[in-house]
């Protein structure tokens, strides 16, 4: 009987310091393909070249491990689904799967109980806002691809008979407003704010609110707007510091990384890399003005095979990387609107246009848009040094970043289903 006295009360203190070092505000933010190389590029990319030292990014400064990211569906290599699951509840499941188990069964995700204890919940992201991270933390699908269904959940997956998410930013306008079914309507019926342009972000003045800012995904950081990101995430963090009675969790996705390295584009992802830089440098501040807030940065995977030196070559040309102005994609259009070639190339990049370029180029493009967007990212990166192994993902672990209260249990090789068994413990108490 003294035994099992003892056994408890050593359970009730270890409850108890739990409950002292949980941070009252969790912020989780998810390099969408952001894999070891981006952020190694991302020094040389972002280093002062007059300087003999390489300077230090953000990254550098926040590291305390790694992950590991195998889905529980007896292969390697992960999707972004399996593995937002596998971060938002801590479950390993199948790839495709939206908080689901490999029998289908919903999982219950960090969301989830933060709602359950009355925290305010929040997601951002530059894809739309019912894409595979975001919806792993929010919807239960047996499919990432059933995009409808999953922005059906943000209104139909009750938490204690409320909305799981008080606050929304991202793309994905047709999936929310349907000839089927208008959620927008049904967001401003339960009385959230709603906002359409990221031009003006005042449209939102309070949480409950969703505000969509594209049909699906955002536009390129590199094309259209380089801060974005940062944007939505300053704007998020001073809504939810504004209703902060029961402390807040906000996922955040740098969601375009993934797309940049799928599409073998260094330009378009080193852009990204910057954008979601920016947002944690926000965060990073959000959390050194309020010390009972932790933030956690992870992967959920790498993607492309990004590699800095190539052709056996030992250099990697960050300023080539830094010269082109666009992503391969709008470089491609232009390329294939015009009858100057050179012109449209000089404008968009520094990359000089030989011969060898010219003929590439135009023999790219008499055999269409593919042909010629590959031959866009192939001289790009061959003149910076850039290697690429696949327009997938890979298996390669991921880095994990902690900055604030309780970082300290971030620390050394994880699987990412630690790193959300962490946070749920931190939620829960």
Not at 185 to 199: L, R, V
Not at 322 to 328: E, L, R, W
Not at 351 to 371: C, H, R, V, W, Y
Request: some cysteine; aromatic content about 8%.
């Amino acid at each position: 009987m003294k035994k099992q006295i003892s056994m408890l009360a050593l359970m009730c203190t270890a409850s108890g310091a739990m409950a002292e070092t949980a941070p009252k505000n969790v912020i989780y933010m998810i390099g969408d393909g952001m894999g070891p190389a981006y952020t190694t590029a991302y020094r040389y990319f972002k280093d002062d070249p007059t300087t003999k030292t390489v300077e230090q990014t953000i990254f550098d400064t926040m590291l305390t491990g790694m992950a590991r990211t195998y889905p529980d569906d007896h292969t390697v290599v992960t999707d972004s689904a399996a593995s937002a699951t596998a971060l938002s509840s801590g479950h390993k499941s199948y790839n495709g799967a939206i908080a689901v188990d490999t029998d289908k069964k919903p999982l219950k995700t960090m969301l989830e109980i933060a709602k359950e204890r009355s925290m305010t919940t929040a997601l951002v992201a530059t894809s739309q806002i019912n894409h595979a991270t975001p919806a792993s933390f929010a919807a239960h699908n047996e499919s990432r691809n059933n995009y409808d269904d999953i922005a059906d959940d943000y209104i139909d997956n009750k938490i204690a008979g409320k909305l799981p998410v008080d606050l929304m930013l991202g793309g994905g306008t047709q999936y929310f407003i349907r000839d089927d079914r208008n959620l927008v309507d049904e967001f401003k019926a339960a009385g959230y704010q709603y906002g359409d342009s990221i031009q003006n972000l005042d449209q939102i003045t309070q949480i409950p609110a969703i505000g969509l800012y594209a049909a699906k995904g955002l536009p390129f950081a590199l094309d259209e707007n380089p801060t974005r990101l940062t944007q939505l995430t300053s704007k998020a963090l001073n809504l939810l510091d504004n209703q902060n009675k029961n402390g807040f969790f906000v996922m955040i996705e740098g969601s375009q990384i993934d797309w940049c390295g799928h599409a073998n584009d260094i330009a378009c992802a080193m852009a990204e890399m910057d954008d979601f830089a920016s947002a944690i440098e926000k965060a990073k501040a959000y959390v050194d003005k309020n010390k009972d807030t932790l933030l956690v940065i992870t992967a959920d995977h790498s993607t492309g095979g990004l590699t800095l030196g190539a052709h056996g070559q030992y250099k990697w040309e960050a300023d080539v990387v830094h010269s082109v102005k666009a992503t391969a994609g709008k470089i491609t259009q232009q390329l294939l609107d015009s009858d100057d070639l050179k012109s449209v190339w000089n404008k968009y990049t520094n990359i000089e246009f030989t011969p060898e370029n010219k003929i590439k180029l135009e023999q790219a493009k008499s055999m269409g848009d593919k042909a010629l967007n590959l031959a866009v990212k192939s001289i790009i990166s061959d003149t910076s040094f850039t290697g690429w192994t696949t327009g997938g993902h890979t298996a390669v672990d991921v880095q994990v970043f902690a900055y604030g209260k309780g970082s300290e249990q971030f620390i050394g090789s994880q699987n990412n289903t630690d790193i959300a068994d962490k946070l749920i413990n931190f939620i829960k108490h």
